[in-house]
């Protein structure tokens, strides 16, 4: 194992150097699109008989459990880091549309997309049972904080924009995740899908998710405030984010939720009331500092994953319209609350726009289609799954920076 982290480690320095040094594209799509190139030139060389080395990348790669090393691992660390930044205050202006955009937009999305993909999958032969479609609607409906987060800043979204698909961001794939786990358990027969089972499923896994959130991030709170010693308090809230996800998978709550609000917890009212400016200054270097290694590895595995999936040409006729279904989808789900709460809650000009296409699907989709198990259907989700991030960050990630100086641009000469 350590030699496996001591490779990818390496590979992604190496990766990152050379973006920032020659091909200069944001950070995390940046090292994604290089470990994209090199798994399509690993695969352009085995066809020429050099296939050693492609061998061997497809068998190292194949020890690394994608689904576990995300769900079980990074996305902890993501989340919380994420959510540490974020001004509460800022975030519950805007509560109603993220509320609804984090559940029932998810719902929404997650039936219109797998409707749509199983009448896709049907006329293009590729028969998938309605209820797996859904399983797929689940996993492709969470936009990915752990994308969105530095493209946003990066882009320079103005920040009631960011705050906004931000905050949307961190709570719908926990939201995602529920959902994906009813899905997939009324699909495999291991679940009854009721309204009823649903509904106590949904509560038990996310407000329990809130409300272990809100325990372990009081406990860490009390700790700090109690000392004044920077070394120890980054070590508790590293010790909130790994022990208190493991408490969250044992207890069978959502660990993603309780991740997002131990961390606005603590980069609020911690940081407002139990930190000296020293410890602020460590613990938002500590967390910036695993933010920024952690998306690194995680784009770049991404990239090296098209190694690892069976490709096939028919996909892409699927993935194409379920991508613009998936951008229809969106646009209604965040248009419509819009005009309704506009009158309560003023939202800039273009917000629909940028928030629509700034939803990208990144390492939680992946993660998810990755986690099924063994099926018919499961080659066909995960391939169009991959199809489907890699336009979305790759397409919508290089060009939503131009689309909010585009906005900005017009509000400059309006005013």
Request: aromatic fraction near 12%; glycine fraction near 10%; charge should be neutral.
């Amino acid at each position: 194992m350590l030699e496996i982290a001591a490779v990818f480690i390496t590979i992604t320095a190496l990766f990152a150097w050379f973006n920032y040094r020659f091909v200069k594209l944001p950070a995390t799509i940046g090292v994604m699109f290089i470990s994209l190139l090199a798994s399509v030139l690993l695969i352009v060389l085995s066809h020429f008989g050099f296939d050693g080395i492609t061998d061997w990348a497809e068998a190292w790669l194949g020890q690394i459990n994608f689904n576990v090393l995300l769900m079980d691992g990074m996305l902890s660390f993501l989340l919380f880091a994420g959510a540490l930044h974020v001004d509460f205050h800022k975030l519950k202006r805007y509560r109603y549309s993220i509320g609804f955009l984090a559940t029932i937009g998810v719902v929404i999305s997650t039936v219109a997309i797998g409707s749509a993909a199983w009448w896709l999958f049907g006329t293009f032969h590729m028969a998938v049972p309605y209820l797996y479609c859904l399983v797929f609607g689940a996993l492709i409906s969470p936009t990915d904080p752990i994308a969105v987060l530095g493209i946003m800043r990066s882009a320079g979204a103005p920040e009631d924009m960011e705050i906004k698909i931000v905050g949307e961001s961190l709570f719908n794939d926990g939201v995602a995740v529920v959902v994906f786990t009813m899905m997939l358990g009324a699909a495999t027969a291991t679940e009854a899908l009721t309204v009823t089972h649903s509904a106590m499923l949904f509560l038990e896994e996310a407000g329990g998710g809130i409300l272990l959130g809100l325990i372990m991030g009081y406990i860490a709170y009390w700790m700090m405030k109690s000392i004044d010693q920077y070394q120890i308090e980054v070590l508790v809230s590293l010790a909130l984010v790994l022990g208190g996800y493991t408490l969250a998978t044992h207890l069978h709550v959502s660990g993603p939720i309780s991740m997002v609000i131990a961390g606005l917890f603590i980069g609020n009212r911690g940081r407002e009331h139990a930190m000296s400016d020293t410890t602020r200054r460590y613990v938002d270097g500590f967390w910036e500092l695993i933010d920024e290694i952690l998306n690194a590895v995680l784009f770049v595995l991404i990239g090296l994953e098209l190694l690892l999936i069976p490709f096939q040409w028919s996909y892409l006729i699927v993935a194409g319209p379920v991508i613009g279904v998936i951008l229809v989808t969106r646009l209604l789900t965040i248009g419509l609350p819009m005009i309704v709460l506009r009158r309560w809650v003023p939202y800039r000009r273009g917000t629909t726009r940028v928030l629509t296409w700034g939803g990208l699907r990144g390492g939680i989709s992946v993660a998810l289609a990755l986690g099924l198990p063994e099926s018919d259907y499961r080659n066909t989700i995960v391939m169009v799954t991959y199809i489907i991030v890699l336009f979305s960050i790759l397409a919508q990630g290089l060009t939503i920076g131009r689309l909010v100086q585009h906005i900005l641009s017009q509000d400059s000469k309006q005013n």
